[in-house]
């Protein structure tokens, strides 16, 4: 049995019509610009952002200095584990003034992050030097370690956490 192609079928010449009209489609695409710029969801989004985030610098912070930034003084959040402060701006359902974690705005969480515990015994007290935590088990280090992680990948890293001195 051979098989013969031939042009002569109207089947065979709109599939080698079709055939050339997609390849010149991918070889030579439109390089038209759009007359209007494109909206989703009926005008109800805009590609341009209404304004620009605020612009946040690394800088040296001190346990006197976080203090303020724990939604309430200030609208930002931010908290400190491990002397890296991070900005939870983001994250206000959690760590905002009705948050369950919103004991820790403000503050060292280094601790209570370790430990699994939101108790407000976990803080170091503002006026008192920074928590070294040498008395953590592995496990809570290596717990901490991960709370880091997770934090450095979902929150943007602002500064350090020194003593009050230190500055």
């Known amino acids: 049995m051979t098989l013969s192609l031939s042009l002569g079928t109207p089947v065979n010449t709109a599939l080698l019509a079709y055939i050339l009209y997609s390849v010149q489609k991918l070889v030579f695409p439109s390089a038209s610009a759009p007359k209007k710029l494109p909206t989703e969801f009926k005008n109800g989004y805009s590609w ?10 690394f800088q040296t912070y001190t346990p006197k200095t976080l203090q303020k930034y724990n939604g309430i003084d200030d609208p930002r959040i931010m908290l400190s584990i491990n002397g890296i402060v991070f900005d939870v701006t983001a994250g206000r359902n959690f760590y905002g003034p009705n948050g369950m974690y919103g004991n820790f705005a403000g503050h060292d969480a280094s601790r209570g992050m370790a430990k699994q515990s939101f108790d407000i015994e976990m803080l170091t007290p503002i006026d008192q030097p920074l928590d070294k935590l040498q008395d953590l088990r592995p496990d809570e280090i290596e717990n901490m370690r991960g709370w880091i992680e997770h934090f450095s990948n979902k929150y943007i890293v602002c500064g350090r956490l020194v003593d009050n001195d230190a500055i």
């Open 48 to 57: 341009m952002p209404k304004s620009h985030p605020p612009t946040v610098l």
